[in-house]
């Protein structure tokens, strides 16, 4: 595979990269560089994975070592699952499950917990030095990446580290690409302002985009309207039943005609998982109403959408289906391998959040 291959590989589904140019000097040089992902434990898995185990796989078959980073500690600091750290780490291997599930080949990627790195002094050399370049405004700016305010930063002081953590993984992972969210960008930026300021070489960041929330999203601001762990309504979890399924398709946030494809959640369900695990999407509608078609192509589907020759309820039953049709292979992963899935429903159930 030659560089602008996996350039295309790398690109695909992406929002943001930057830069292209430093990327394809890292894949001429490299055979096999380094990317990352962190994620903090913390609840049920959605839809929203589906996209982010399609760019690991990506980055894997670009020749990537790819870290899957199970980031414990920060999920401390951001109170995530009551602050019992035990039960944060068993809410990561319920997620590694997950990614295997998804398709994430087990042998390809590395899966690692901040706790492991937390004993070496080295790494905490890393932050201060990360943090001594790092302005406190620009700090409580990136504080957006933990779905925090800066005036919470006043009662949890705790709070401040965080960016300046997530900036120090990526450095002492020594990884060459940083991939995340959309709503993670910030940190990627600190990271790469801080390795300005230090003389370090630039991470490069890879963004993919946010799913919106089943209710819609907000073009001015993805991140706060985007698929949620927190909110079982606003998403589609991995582990729902095919009606349960079709519930939450029907009543989605579907409008007709619309030309701003990014605030409508059937259509980017259909771009980012439907047609990249099925390569098409079925939707059988009575012949009163011109008969089942089928759609080879997201463009093709969303040209029809526009045009006004899709109904919206046919959409979402046909979106419904190709989900469903999608998730068959991560229910089958975990009717034969229950263990972690159920044992981090217990501590849901301890927190009242199932």
């Given at each position: 595979?030659?560089?602008?291959?996996?350039?295309?590989?790398?690109?695909?589904?992406?929002?943001?990269?930057?830069?292209?140019?430093?990327?394809?000097?890292?894949?001429?040089?490299?055979?096999?560089?380094?990317?990352?992902?962190?994620?903090?434990?913390?609840?049920?898995?959605?839809?929203?994975?589906?996209?982010?185990?399609?760019?690991?796989?990506?980055?894997?078959?670009?020749?990537?070592?790819?870290?899957?980073?199970?980031?414990?500690?920060?999920?401390?600091?951001?109170?995530?699952?009551?602050?019992?750290?035990?039960?944060?780490?068993?809410?990561?291997?319920?997620?590694?499950?997950?990614?295997?599930?998804?398709g994430v080949p087990r042998d390809r990627v590395e899966y690692k917990y901040a706790?492991?790195?937390?004993?070496?002094?080295?790494?905490?050399?890393?932050?201060?030095?990360?943090?001594?370049?790092?302005?406190?405004?620009?700090?409580?700016?990136?504080?957006?990446?933990?779905?925090?305010?800066?005036?919470?930063?006043?009662?949890?002081?705790?709070?401040?580290?965080?960016?300046?953590?997530?900036?120090?993984?990526?450095?002492?992972?020594?990884?060459?690409?940083?991939?995340?969210?959309?709503?993670?960008?910030?940190?990627?930026?600190?990271?790469?302002?801080?390795?300005?300021?230090?003389?370090?070489?630039?991470?490069?960041?890879?963004?993919?985009?946010?799913?919106?929330?089943?209710?819609?999203?907000?073009?001015?601001?993805?991140?706060?309207?985007?698929?949620?762990?927190?909110?079982?309504?606003?998403?589609?979890?991995?582990?729902?039943?095919?009606?349960?399924?079709?519930?939450?398709?029907?009543?989605?946030?579907?409008?007709?005609?619309?030309?701003?494809?990014?605030?409508?959640?059937?259509?980017?369900?259909?771009?980012?998982?439907?047609?990249?695990?099925?390569?098409?999407?079925?939707?059988?509608?009575?012949?009163?109403?011109?008969?089942?078609?089928?759609?080879?192509?997201?463009?093709?589907?969303?040209?029809?959408?526009?045009?006004?020759?899709?109904?919206?309820?046919?959409?979402?039953?046909?979106?419904?289906?190709?989900?469903?049709?999608?998730?068959?292979?991560?229910?089958?992963?975990?009717?034969?391998?229950?263990?972690?899935?159920?044992?981090?429903?217990?501590?849901?159930?301890?927190?009242?959040?199932?």
């Amino acid at each position: 595979m030659d560089v602008e291959q996996r350039m295309a590989l790398v690109n695909r589904n992406a929002e943001e990269l930057v830069t292209e140019e430093e990327l394809r000097k890292v894949l001429s040089e490299k055979s096999e560089p380094k990317a990352y992902i962190g994620f903090e434990p913390s609840g049920l898995v959605h839809l929203g994975w589906v996209l982010v185990a399609s760019k690991i796989k990506d980055l894997a078959d670009a020749g990537f070592k790819v870290i899957v980073f199970w980031a414990d500690w920060h999920a401390y600091i951001n109170d995530k699952l009551g602050g019992n750290i035990e039960d944060i780490r068993a809410c990561a291997r319920y997620m590694e499950d997950c990614f295997t599930a998804l398709g994430v080949p087990r042998d390809r990627v590395e899966y690692k917990y901040a706790s492991e790195m937390l004993d070496d002094a080295s790494y905490w050399e890393t932050v201060i030095k990360v943090a001594k370049v790092t302005s406190l405004s620009r700090v409580k700016r990136a504080m957006t990446i933990m779905g925090r305010s800066e005036d919470e930063a006043e009662v949890d002081s705790s709070k401040l580290f965080y960016p300046i953590l997530q900036a120090a993984d990526i450095f002492f992972l020594g990884v060459d690409v940083s991939y995340a969210g959309m709503d993670q960008r910030r940190a990627n930026m600190l990271a790469r302002d801080a390795a300005e300021k230090l003389g370090w070489t630039k991470p490069i960041a890879l963004h993919t985009p946010l799913l919106p929330g089943l209710s819609g999203g907000d073009r001015m601001d993805p991140a706060a309207s985007k698929m949620s762990k927190s909110n079982p309504d606003s998403s589609v979890r991995i582990h729902d039943s095919p009606d349960e399924i079709r519930r939450k398709m029907g009543k989605a946030f579907c409008p007709p005609g619309s030309e701003d494809a990014e605030v409508n959640p059937v259509l980017m369900l259909c771009r980012y998982v439907v047609f990249p695990r099925a390569g098409r999407i079925d939707i059988g509608r009575p012949e009163k109403f011109g008969g089942p078609v089928s759609f080879g192509s997201y463009e093709e589907l969303q040209e029809t959408y526009f045009a006004g020759k899709l109904h919206p309820m046919d959409l979402k039953k046909g979106a419904a289906e190709g989900l469903i049709k999608s998730l068959e292979p991560a229910r089958a992963y975990f009717e034969e391998h229950p263990g972690n899935y159920e044992r981090f429903l217990e501590v849901l159930r301890g927190l009242g959040k199932v």
